[in-house]
């Protein structure tokens, strides 16, 4: 069937001057739901291209972020570290993005996105060294907790402020082009985030200059505690790329597959000079906000119920386990040779202690002074002398 161009006439406008917007094909992908696995682990559609290798790898990595969520929230609660936003319900979109990249790719993340920077190779110990902000912390404990970046595998540290990092990733991916590189740029977005003007101006940015930049919206319903109809009157949150003439997707936020399909196409694309791409995933936050927030305040505690049985990394478990690739008993032993692996970290980290005093004067400046030398050695002398 032949694509049925959307436009609008204004008053007085000739049937020349009408401009071409978007087909009926990019209205059905904008406002669809493209899927691969049924909620049950059923397959609707043909399956992308991945091994049973890749496929295992994208499980332990959903499973990983998982268990971390579950220990590092409790840690929380116990105050054995201050601050953590869990990801738990969102695993999806943040490894199938992180498979989709190649070594060279940027990761610009927003709040839940950490377990890429595992999956992309930062060690297990150099992440929680950084929650804990210790002796081992690369940051020596001058960021808050979760704010992990690696410049190894280029997952670059999240910002506090909402959407912010939608221009960072445009600016990186235009840098990359600029210099000849063939890198490309995945940054993630909460659905809150696509009503902030940063929002609207790294993409049409990256519109404009077809830069390399794939963005994912991690469509959870909830802006902490606004509903997704408080903030947007539109149809799907992904037809709004349309309007900047960016190539938009609206995926189940719970279908690791579907999501990496549409992603890699996406990464591949941009590539190729095709420029940028806005894929919606459409999810749930199966747990609060933040350690602050009480969502059962302001939503309906049936519907995380309902959404738990679109668990996604249970739904991929049951798909994996009927093709033989992972069964069931080599799931659970996953579990437990992840969940092992993890406890011991947290103790040998937890070991570790605090920072010194001294790295307060660490990475000031990049050859130390002679004065930043003599501030260090008076500082310490004047802790010396009130602690006696």
């Known amino acids: 069937m032949a694509e049925k161009p959307v436009s609008k006439v204004r008053s007085g406008q000739s049937q020349a001057e009408i401009v071409e917007a978007f087909s009926d094909v990019d209205e059905a992908r904008a406002t669809g739901l493209r899927q691969i696995l049924d909620e049950n682990g059923r397959a609707l559609a043909a399956m992308p291209a991945l091994s049973p290798t890749d496929l295992v790898r994208m499980y332990e990595g959903m499973l990983r972020g998982r268990l971390l969520d579950e220990h590092l929230l409790t840690m929380q609660r116990q105050g054995r570290i201050g601050l953590y936003l869990d990801a738990r319900g969102q695993e999806a979109g943040v490894i199938a993005a992180a498979h989709a990249m190649a070594a060279d790719d940027y990761f610009v993340p927003a709040l839940r996105e950490s377990a890429a920077a595992l999956y992309r190779g930062l060690p297990l110990r150099t992440y929680l060294a950084q929650m804990l902000g210790n002796a081992n912390d690369l940051a020596h404990g001058r960021q808050m907790p979760g704010a992990v970046g690696s410049r190894a595998s280029r997952h670059v540290i999240g910002s506090a402020s909402v959407a912010a990092q939608m221009p960072h990733a445009t600016g990186l991916a235009w840098a990359a082009r600029m210099r000849g590189e063939r890198a490309v740029v995945v940054g993630f977005v909460g659905d809150g ?48 790329g349309l309007a900047f003439g960016v190539p938009s997707f609206r995926v189940d936020g719970n279908d690791v597959l579907a999501l990496y399909a549409v992603i890699k196409d996406a990464v591949d694309r941009a590539r190729t000079g095709g420029g940028p791409s806005f894929v919606e995933a459409v999810t749930y936050r199966m747990g609060a906000h933040g350690p602050s927030d009480d969502p059962n305040r302001y939503r309906d505690p049936a519907d995380a119920l309902a ?74 002398r004047l802790r010396k002398r009130r602690r006696s």
Not at 324 to 345: G, N, S, V
């Open 307 to 380: 959404w738990q049985d679109k668990d996604p990394l249970l739904r991929f478990g049951v798909w994996l386990d009927a093709q033989k690739t992972l069964t069931t008993e080599a799931q659970t032993a996953t579990r437990q040779r992840i969940d092992e692996e993890i406890r011991a970290a947290i103790a040998a980290e937890e070991a570790a202690g605090p920072p010194t005093v001294a790295s307060l004067f660490d990475d000031v400046l990049a050859e130390p002074s002679w004065l930043l030398d003599e501030q260090r050695a008076e500082y310490l």
């Open 193 to 240: 985030g696509t009503s902030e003007d940063d929002f609207q101006s790294g993409l049409n940015f990256a519109a404009v200059f077809k830069a390399p930049v794939v963005f994912v919206c991690q469509n959870n319903q909830w802006a902490i505690s606004t509903p997704l109809h408080n903030q947007t009157a539109a149809r799907s949150i992904a037809i709004k």
